[in-house]
Each structure stands twice: as structure tokens, then as C-alpha cells.
């Protein structure tokens, strides 16, 4: 080989021509975009605040993170489905007030208020999961009436019961290790929360429910054609959800211990703008918790540092919105073009050291040189048979070919002027032999082998027949 062509065999072999192409076809590029976006936040705003570093600032800051992050969660498991849950905020806001009523007012105990806020939360869920699983309800319409409806109740039990929860003052060191407790210096919130995000993961990607709710997501009809039960579980998702915010509101009134008409507002756009920046599609079936645990924290470090930096309470939402724009949009638009990205920018090259061409002079002893051996051919039944797909000569040189009508032509020797139409078996005759016995067979498309006696009708093989 030419020391030119082994240069080129070896850039081609060890040198990538489209290093973008290949990072874009690897799995884990979908978990590099938010993480990158997460090192990026966490560097502006590690510089823009002297104290952003401290052991006390990412303590509390690891202690709003387990709060925030089991609502994010919830969002997430529902919008794998394929649906959304605006009634996040609200239900959240019904189960803080649930857990200070129970406790403050009711005298429960922390053991059995716990259970019975998880249950009100899920309840929540469960409606809504009926209502867009079974009832076949828009999940976007659904879930925003429910968000009002839970908001109009949660209010009326602010006015009724406010001053009670404020003026009671429950003691418990249960209730308040749940609230500000720590576990080796790391936030009881955040140590709960870890724990439910690695269950989850396992779940998602390890057991036969997850799978079903990543495959209704991708494609809810697929899911039901393959024999999932798409309405049950779409159901349980929402039911999960409603069960994530509960742990989520009980967290946060154990810390706050406060009940307030502002308790959960505009918390649904917060959760959805985590969950999409983090890579969670909303069109459903692609996402995981990792990167709803990433898009979590860029939005709790990106609205408590705006904070921090003296910006205005409305400028936050005036920047969480413009992240959700661009987090929606490179999600639809990537989602869309990706294939059309890796046509262009990836291929896989090689090379290959290609013998010389072979010669196509006329005498040149080729296998491709130009010669006139068929100038004088006879064609055969010009204008008389249509669309012949293959020809065969008997013992006594009669020649078979088929028709596009399903006719089984002979043409008589010697000169092959004379012809009859041998057998009419339908469909469009292809290849044909004839076997030991002289019986002609005939593969006839989209109907099968037929065999065609010297004399009596066509008939079709079968197995007994074989």
C-alpha cells in the first residue's frame, strides 16, 4: 500500500471528522446540558456573593432543596406520563395547612398526622388522576380547575382557622427534628428526599411500573396496543404526585409552622420551569430524576441569590419565566431537529483501497468490455405479453413465461411466433421450474406456489401436497 493511502486509512480510522456528531449521539449528552447549565449558575452567583460557600448559606440552602425537590419530583413523575399537574401549589399549600390543623387544633400526634396529610394529598392526586386517566380529561384544564377549587377551600379554611393554628403552640422534638434537624450536619429534609430520589430512580429505570410510565409517555397508543394499562396508570402517577407534595407540604410546616394565603402560590410555575430545565420533556416518555434533581437546584439557587442580590420579589419571576421560554423552546425544537442535527453533522467514515477499474474496451478480454453480441436478437412476443417476470423452456423447447393478468403463456418452437394461453391462475405470476414429473410451478405474488398439471386446473400447493 502507498504510504499516501495508509496516511489517509489512518486518519480516517483514529481522527473523528465530526467530533459534535459524536458527542450528540451519546446518551448521557441529555444529562451534560443541565449539569453545565448547574456548574455555570452556581459559578455567577458564587462570585456575585461573598458568603454563597459557607457551611450555613448551603445548609439552608440544602433544607429548601428537600422541600422544593419533592415537588419538583412529583411534577416530574407526572409529566413522564405524558400529562402535567397544575394543582401542585395549591394541594401543596391544602397539606401544610392539613398538617398545623391536625396538630395544633385536632391534638394528633406527629405519627398519625403524617400518614393521614400524606392520604389528604394523595386523595388530591387520585381525583385528578381520575379525571384525565379514566375520564380521558385535558390534564392541562383539569388540574388548573383543581388548582383553583383547592385554593378556594384551602382559603376558606384560612379564615376560619388561622388564628387557632398562630395562637397554638405544639411541642414536639419529633416535629422538630423533622423541621430543623440534621443528620451528620446534612438537613433531615435534604437526607429523606435523597433516599425517595434514589427509590424513584430505581423505580423508573428498574421495575415493570416505571417502564410503563416511561412507555406511555412516549407513545400513550403504543403503550395501550402492547397491553399496559394506560388509564391505571396514569392514575397512579397522579396519585403519586399529590403523595410527593404532602411529604413536601409536612417538611415545610414543620419548619415555617405557618399557614398563610400565600403558601404555595405560583409554586406549579416553579416546579414546571425545574423540570423542563433539567431536561424533563413535556411531551413525555424522556427525562429522569437526576436531571429533575439538577433543574430543582439551578431554580432554588437562581431565585434565592436574586434575592440575596437585592433584586425586586417580581423580577424572580420575570427571570424563572424567560428560563422556562428558553427551557421550552430548546426542548421543542430539539426534540424535533435532532435527527435532522445528526444526518448533517455525524458520519461514521472509512477507507478503502479500491483495486484499479477494470478496462471496457471492445477487445479487451473484460468482463466489462463493450461488445455488439446481442444486435441480433429476435425479441420474443413484442407487444403481444405484458410484464413477463421470468421465463422457462420444457423438455420439447417450449418457452413459459408469465402475464400481469395471471396468464401462463406457451410459445411453440421453433421460431416461438406461435403461442396459447397455457393456464389462468390469477395474481402476478413470478418465478416458475418445473418439477421431475414435468408439473409446472409457478410462485404467484401475494397468493402463494401454485402447480399447473399437463392436463387438469391449477391448483394451489398445500403442506399435504409437500
Given amino acids: 500500500m502507498a504510504l499516501a493511502d495508509t496516511l489517509s486509512r489512518w486518519r480516517y480510522q483514529y481522527v473523528p471528522d465530526h467530533v459534535v456528531g459524536e458527542i450528540l449521539t451519546k446518551r448521557w449528552i441529555d444529562n451534560a446540558i443541565p449539569f453545565l447549565f448547574l456548574v455555570l449558575v452556581v459559578a455567577v452567583f458564587g462570585s456575585a456573593i461573598s458568603d454563597f460557600f459557607t457551611l450555613a448559606n448551603l445548609s439552608d440552602t440544602a433544607r429548601q432543596l428537600g422541600e422544593f425537590s419533592f415537588v419538583v419530583l412529583a411534577m416530574t413523575v407526572v409529566l413522564l406520563a405524558g400529562g402535567i399537574d397544575l394543582s401542585v401549589g395549591s394541594n401543596f399549600a391544602l397539606c401544610n395547612f392539613a398538617a398545623l390543623a391536625l396538630l395544633n387544633i385536632a391534638g394528633w400526634s406527629v405519627l398519625a398526622t403524617i400518614p393521614a396529610v400524606i392520604l389528604v394529598g394523595s386523595a388530591v392526586g387520585a381525583l385528578n388522576g381520575f379525571l384525565v386517566g379514566y375520564l380521558r380529561m385535558r390534564a392541562f384544564l383539569t388540574t388548573l380547575v383543581t388548582l383553583i377549587i383547592v385554593r378556594a377551600i384551602v382559603d376558606m379554611l384560612l379564615l376560619t382557622y388561622a388564628v387557632q393554628i398562630s395562637a397554638a403552640n405544639f411541642d414536639s422534638p419529633v416535629w422538630d427534628f423533622i423541621g430543623e434537624g440534621s443528620i451528620l450536619n446534612v438537613p433531615f429534609s435534604f437526607v429523606i428526599f435523597a433516599l425517595f430520589a434514589i427509590f424513584f430512580h430505581v423505580f423508573l429505570t428498574r421495575s415493570r411500573p416505571g417502564w410503563h410510565i416511561l412507555a406511555i409517555g412516549g407513545s400513550r397508543r403504543s403503550a395501550h396496543n402492547a397491553g399496559i394499562a394506560v388509564r391505571r396508570t396514569v392514575c397512579m402517577t397522579y396519585a403519586l404526585s399529590g403523595a410527593l407534595v404532602a411529604i413536601a407540604g409536612v417538611m415545610y410546616a414543620a419548619r415555617l409552622s405557618s399557614a398563610g394565603a400565600d403558601t404555595g402560590v405560583g409554586l406549579e410555575i416553579t416546579v414546571l420551569t425545574a423540570a423542563v430545565l433539567g431536561g424533563i420533556s413535556l411531551g413525555g416518555g424522556r427525562g429522569s430524576v437526576a436531571k429533575a434533581v439538577m433543574g430543582g437546584v439551578i431554580v432554588l439557587i437562581v431565585t434565592n441569590s436574586l434575592v440575596r442580590l437585592g433584586f425586586k420579589s417580581g423580577s424572580s419571576s420575570m427571570y424563572l419565566g424567560l428560563l422556562l421560554l428558553v427551557a421550552v423552546a430548546i426542548d421543542v425544537r430539539w426534540l424535533k431537529n ?103 410451478l409457478v410462485c404467484v405474488g401475494g397468493m402463494g406456489l401454485y402447480e399447473v398439471p399437463q392436463k387438469g386446473e391449477a391448483r394451489k400447493v398445500t403442506d399435504e401436497n409437500n
Fill in 338 to 440: 435532532r435527527a435532522k442535527v445528526l444526518a448533517k453533522v455525524y458520519v461514521s467514515p472509512a477507507f478503502n483501497a479500491l483495486p484499479p477499474a477494470p478496462s471496457t474496451l471492445a477487445g479487451s478480454n473484460s468482463t466489462y468490455a463493450a461488445n455488439d453480441r446481442l444486435k441480433d436478437v429476435e425479441i420474443i412476443g413484442l407487444g403481444q405479453v405484458e410484464a413477463p417476470e421470468d421465463v422457462i423452456l420444457d423438455r420439447d423447447d417450449n418457452l413459459f413465461c408469465g402475464t400481469r393478468h395471471g396468464d401462463i403463456i406457451r410459445f411453440f418452437p421453433p421460431d416461438y411466433k406461435r403461442f396459447e394461453t397455457y393456464a389462468h391462475i390469477g395474481g402476478q405470476p413470478l418465478g416458475m421450474a418445473f418439477d421431475r414429473k414435468g408439473t409446472l
